[in-house]
C-alpha cells in the first residue's frame, strides 16, 4: 500500500504488487476500489502493477468537495500518482468506466503517456452511441445458457428505462464470458466496492467535450492496445472499432469468449495478449522506424 497527496490536498492510495516495469492501473465501475482487479490474470509476473483508488474508493480518502468526483476532475489525480512515483512517461492501463479517464489524461498530456492499454472501454468520453440492437446482438450469443431467457428479459427492461435492482442483478450473467462460482463471487465483492455517490458525479454534465477529445487522439502518438471481449454486452467489437480508429497508432483485440472481464475469463490469453504488446512495443520503440499506424483487428484462439 501506498498512499500520496493529490493536487487538492486529498490523501490517495494505490496498491503496488508483482515485478519490472511499472504500469499503471486504473479501475472501472465507475469509481470502484482497484480490488476487483486482482493481478489482471496474472500479469504482476511482467509488470510492476500500481493500482490507484480513486478519491472516495478503497483506501483513498473522500473529498470534501463531491464535485471533484467528475471524470475530467480526476485527470490532476492520476497526474500526482505519476509524480509521486517519479514516472517521466507512464505505461497506463485501464479498464471500463475508467478509461473514460485514462482517455482524458491521455489527450491532456500526451506526452506523459509511453503505452495505453484500454481493457473492455466505455466509449462516453468520446460520444460513440451503442445501439440497442448491438447490445441485442451481442446478447443472443449467450442464447445456449440455462440463465438466458430471464437475463434477456431483464435486459429489455434495463433497455426501456425499467432498470429496477432486480434487473439490473439478472443481467450479471453476461458482464462474464462464463457465469461459474468464480464469476459469481467475484461480482458479489464488486458490489461491495463501488462508491455509488461518487459514481453519479462522475459522468456528470460537463464532464465530457467529446469533439475536443477526439481532436486530442487524433494527435495522440503513443501505441495503444484496446483489448474487448468477443461477448462483451458493455463494450461489443463494433464499437471497439470505432473507438480503435480514433488513434493514429491502435491495435484491437478481440477475446474469444470473453466478456467483460477478459483476464477472469481467460488469464493466460489476457496477459498473453496485454504483455506482448508492452514488450514489442518497447522493443520497436528502441529500434528504427515507428509504431505502425494501422488498426489491426484479430480475433484469439482458444
Given at each position: 500500500?501506498?498512499?500520496?497527496?493529490?493536487h487538492?490536498?486529498?490523501?490517495?492510495?494505490?496498491?503496488?504488487?508483482?515485478?519490472?516495469?511499472?504500469?499503471?492501473?486504473?479501475?472501472?465501475?465507475?469509481m470502484?476500489?482497484?480490488?476487483?482487479?486482482?493481478?489482471?490474470g496474472?500479469?504482476?509476473?511482467?509488470?510492476?502493477?500500481?493500482?490507484?483508488?480513486?478519491?472516495?474508493?478503497?483506501?483513498?480518502?473522500?473529498?470534501?468537495?463531491?464535485?471533484?468526483?467528475?471524470?475530467?476532475?480526476?485527470?490532476?489525480?492520476?497526474?500526482?500518482?505519476?509524480?509521486?512515483?517519479?514516472?517521466?512517461?507512464?505505461?497506463?492501463?485501464?479498464?471500463?468506466?475508467?478509461?473514460?479517464?485514462?482517455?482524458?489524461?491521455a489527450?491532456?498530456?500526451?506526452?506523459?503517456?509511453?503505452r495505453?492499454?484500454?481493457?473492455?472501454?466505455?466509449?462516453?468520453?468520446?460520444?460513440?452511441?451503442?445501439t440497442?440492437?448491438?447490445?441485442?446482438e451481442?446478447?443472443?450469443?449467450?442464447?445456449?445458457?440455462?440463465?438466458?431467457?430471464?437475463?434477456?428479459?431483464?435486459?429489455?427492461?434495463?433497455?426501456?428505462?425499467?432498470?429496477?435492482?432486480?434487473?439490473?442483478?439478472?443481467?450479471?450473467?453476461?458482464?462474464?464470458?462464463?457465469w461459474?462460482?468464480?464469476?459469481?463471487?467475484?461480482?458479489?465483492?464488486?458490489?461491495?466496492?463501488?462508491?455509488?455517490?461518487?459514481?453519479?458525479?462522475?459522468?456528470?454534465?460537463?464532464?465530457?467535450?467529446?469533439?475536443?477529445?477526439?481532436?486530442a487522439?487524433?494527435?495522440?502518438?503513443?501505441?495503444?492496445?484496446?483489448?474487448?471481449?468477443?461477448?462483451?454486452?458493455?463494450?461489443?467489437?463494433?464499437?471497439?472499432?470505432?473507438?480503435?480508429?480514433?488513434?493514429?497508432?491502435?491495435?484491437?483485440?478481440?477475446?474469444?469468449g470473453?466478456?467483460?472481464?477478459?483476464?477472469?475469463?481467460?488469464?493466460?490469453?489476457?496477459?498473453?495478449?496485454?504483455?506482448?504488446?508492452?514488450?514489442?512495443?518497447?522493443e520497436?520503440s528502441?529500434?528504427?522506424?515507428?509504431?505502425?499506424?494501422?488498426?489491426?483487428?484479430?480475433?484469439?484462439?482458444?
Amino acid at each position: 500500500m501506498d498512499f500520496f497527496t493529490s493536487h487538492d490536498g486529498i490523501e490517495l492510495a494505490c496498491h503496488v504488487s508483482g515485478d519490472g516495469p511499472s504500469l499503471v492501473c486504473l479501475p472501472g465501475g465507475p469509481m470502484q476500489a482497484s480490488a476487483y482487479l486482482g493481478d489482471l490474470g496474472g500479469l504482476s509476473a511482467h509488470r510492476r502493477l500500481i493500482m490507484a483508488d480513486l478519491r472516495g474508493t478503497g483506501r483513498s480518502a473522500v473529498p470534501p468537495d463531491t464535485s471533484s468526483y467528475r471524470c475530467d476532475r480526476l485527470v490532476e489525480d492520476v497526474e500526482a500518482l505519476r509524480e509521486h512515483f517519479g514516472l517521466d512517461r507512464m505505461d497506463l492501463l485501464s479498464h471500463s468506466g475508467g478509461t473514460n479517464l485514462a482517455v482524458l489524461y491521455a489527450a491532456r498530456h500526451p506526452e506523459r503517456v509511453s503505452r495505453l492499454v484500454l481493457v473492455t472501454p466505455s466509449v462516453a468520453a468520446v460520444g460513440i452511441r451503442i445501439t440497442e440492437e448491438v447490445r441485442r446482438e451481442t446478447a443472443r450469443l449467450r442464447e445456449g445458457e440455462p440463465w438466458f431467457p430471464g437475463a434477456f428479459a431483464a435486459l429489455e427492461k434495463v433497455m426501456s428505462g425499467q432498470a429496477t435492482p432486480d434487473a439490473v442483478q439478472a443481467i450479471a450473467p453476461f458482464w462474464y464470458g462464463r457465469w461459474d462460482e468464480t464469476a459469481r463471487a467475484h461480482k458479489a465483492a464488486e458490489d461491495e466496492q463501488r462508491n455509488n455517490e461518487a459514481a453519479a458525479v462522475f459522468g456528470a454534465e460537463g464532464a465530457y467535450d467529446p469533439d475536443a477529445t477526439r481532436a486530442a487522439l487524433a494527435r495522440f502518438t503513443s501505441p495503444v492496445l484496446l483489448l474487448a471481449g468477443e461477448r462483451d454486452l458493455n463494450s461489443p467489437p463494433a464499437a471497439m472499432a470505432e473507438l480503435a480508429a480514433l488513434f493514429p497508432h491502435a491495435e484491437l483485440v478481440v477475446q474469444a469468449g470473453a466478456g467483460h472481464f477478459p483476464w477472469l475469463d481467460d488469464a493466460d490469453r489476457f496477459v498473453a495478449t496485454t504483455s506482448a504488446f508492452l514488450r514489442q512495443v518497447g522493443e520497436r520503440s528502441k529500434g528504427a522506424g515507428e509504431w505502425p499506424a494501422q488498426i489491426r483487428r484479430e480475433t484469439s484462439s482458444g
